[in-house]
């Protein structure tokens, strides 16, 4: 069967076993189950049909070591999450970086460190800006 090629964004479910294969690496759908079902009942079979999907809509590849499967994942994740941030954004604050930015903030007091990491962030942006 030929892939289709998928501009979609994964669902939740796609999200939590890219997120396990960006990780650790190509995973055998028992390997991906387990660690899955550690964090939530999960059934083995719906792993396994989630992941003949994904690999359907060009998410993952598969290589057989013997009569296992091994998955990973095609896609790279800085492009599914700005994939998922942009939509989340233009969706949830109306495209406004600040809003989000903002209600970030406002949930998750930032520590020292990371106020640092914050301000050289918005002043490189500021010396990009300059002509």
Do not use: C
């Not at 700005?82 to 495209?95: A, I, P, R, W």
């Not at 809003?99 to 002043?123: F, N, S």
């Amino acid at each position: 069967m030929k892939n289709k090629k998928s501009n979609t964004a994964p669902t939740a479910s796609e999200l939590s076993i890219l997120q396990l294969l960006w990780s650790k690496g190509p995973l055998s759908v028992k390997d991906v189950h387990e660690a899955l079902d550690q964090e939530k009942p999960v059934v083995y079979t719906t792993v396994l049909k989630t992941m003949q999907v994904m690999m359907e809509r060009g998410m993952l590849d598969r290589t057989s070591e013997g009569r296992k499967h091994i998955y990973r994942a095609v896609i790279a994740q800085t492009d599914t999450q700005d994939k998922l941030l942009g939509s989340f954004l233009d969706k949830t604050f109306g495209g406004s970086a600040k809003k989000l930015v903002m209600r970030a903030l406002g949930q998750h007091t930032p520590d020292a460190a990371e106020l640092e990491e914050l301000k050289a962030y918005i002043d490189s942006l500021e010396t990009k800006k300059k002509p």
